[in-house]
């Protein structure tokens, strides 16, 4: 199947006995066995639910993979993804990734005893100078939040892949739609759902992505044992918005394209970062990694700007009327934050100089909304600026 017609059908069996097309939510925790151990292949909810393996079929055949594992978090998804490691284990990272990813690795795993290095992955040199005979895994975050900086994952699979070690990618930012990273040679996908997956602002939720057996067979483990699953609404609320994920990332990507090329003509701006912007440093290997299943290009709805103070910054943010202010991306709504204070805070000062984020950066998650609207919301929280 195509990706418009995987993301409506995937996953989705008609249910047996009355033959609903949408699969139902089964809100239950337990299940009735025959026999002491003789049972239809349920036992327990955190083990199995149907409407949460209908959503992970789903998410998993989108992003060209055979397994898909959800969580109650993207955070939760990519705790369980350092579970797969132990005392000593080092692991390369992307040095801008999501505040929490970045807090939950350096103060909260990393005291258990797995070693990190914050390497500007978009340079494959970078990554082969932090390697160490004790490396485990390379976690990639492409395009980062909020810089917006890319990384050759094709590039960097072909290097993983020679030294025998892991490749996890957070595709949060693109979504399945415009980046599939397992087609590209990782072996783990993570997503936050409650970004573009789920695309409407009512769920918080986390998957995991794979198509190796033996790495299924741990994340199963993991799942089960650790137990941070969502509930069975939760996972029936994403997989309806599955649907629609393919409409949703064209409008945003449109959107965003024109509100890019509006800041970046704009005087106030010191720099505007969009991956499909020809300006952008990266933009030819967007192109080549940022593709639809129907050979489109696209950077979803994720557009970044810096002013040259937080005063300026906090000035346009507060004039805003159809941007809401607020953390969190990817809805249909249009959201703005000033990431140093909101979403990033957690990062020490001296790693945000390090990567760029200043305390002018605006981060806007760009909606489906008309256009126009947005575009008219902008200028007018610019007048004076």
Not at 86 to 98: L, P, R
Not at 152 to 175: G, H, K, P, W, Y
Not at 300 to 323: H, P, W, Y
Request: with cysteine.
């Amino acid at each position: 199947m195509k990706f418009a017609t995987a993301a409506i059908h995937a996953g989705q069996e008609k249910e047996p006995r009355t033959g609903a097309v949408i699969p139902p939510i089964f809100q239950n925790s337990t299940y009735a066995q025959t026999a002491p151990g003789e049972h239809t292949g349920y036992e327990y909810g955190r083990t199995q639910n149907p409407t949460r393996e209908a959503m992970e079929k789903n998410i998993a055949a989108l992003e060209s993979g055979t397994h898909g594992f959800a969580f109650s978090s993207g955070l939760a998804a990519i705790s369980t993804i350092s579970q797969l490691f132990q005392q000593g284990d080092h692991i390369i990272a992307t040095e801008n990734v999501y505040g929490g990813t970045y807090r939950y690795f350096t103060q909260v795993i990393g005291k258990f005893g797995l070693n990190f290095s914050w390497v500007d992955t978009s340079d494959l040199q970078n990554i082969k100078n932090a390697l160490t005979t004790t490396t485990k895994m390379i976690f990639i975050e492409t395009p980062t939040n909020p810089m917006l900086v890319l990384s050759d994952l094709a590039d960097i699979a072909i290097f993983c892949r020679e030294q025998q070690i892991l490749l996890a990618v957070d595709n949060t930012f693109l979504s399945p739609y415009f980046q599939r990273p397992l087609e590209l040679g990782a072996d783990i996908v993570v997503h936050s759902t409650t970004k573009y997956l789920n695309g409407h602002s009512d769920v918080i939720g986390g998957i995991i992505v794979v198509k190796d057996e033996t790495l299924a067979e741990k994340f199963s483990f993991l799942q089960n044992s650790v137990g941070a699953v969502p509930g069975p609404f939760d996972a029936w609320l994403v997989l309806r918005s599955l649907k629609t994920l393919p409409l949703r990332m064209q409008a945003h990507a449109k959107n965003a394209g024109k509100i890019a090329a509006f800041l970046s003509d704009h005087p106030a701006f010191e720099t505007v970062s969009y991956p499909d912007l020809p300006s952008h440093p990266q933009y030819e290997l967007a192109q080549k990694q940022h593709r639809s299943s129907d050979g489109k290009s696209g950077s979803a709805g994720m557009v970044t700007c810096i002013v040259d103070s937080f005063e300026k910054a906090q000035n346009i943010l507060c004039k805003l009327r159809i941007f809401t202010l607020a953390e969190s991306l990817g809805g249909v709504e249009s959201l703005v934050c000033h990431p140093a204070s909101m979403t990033h805070a957690s990062v020490p000062p001296e790693m945000r100089a390090k990567i760029g984020l200043s305390d002018g950066l605006i981060r806007f998650s760009v909606g489906v909304e008309d256009a126009d609207d947005l575009l008219q919301d902008i200028a007018q929280a610019l007048e004076g600026v």
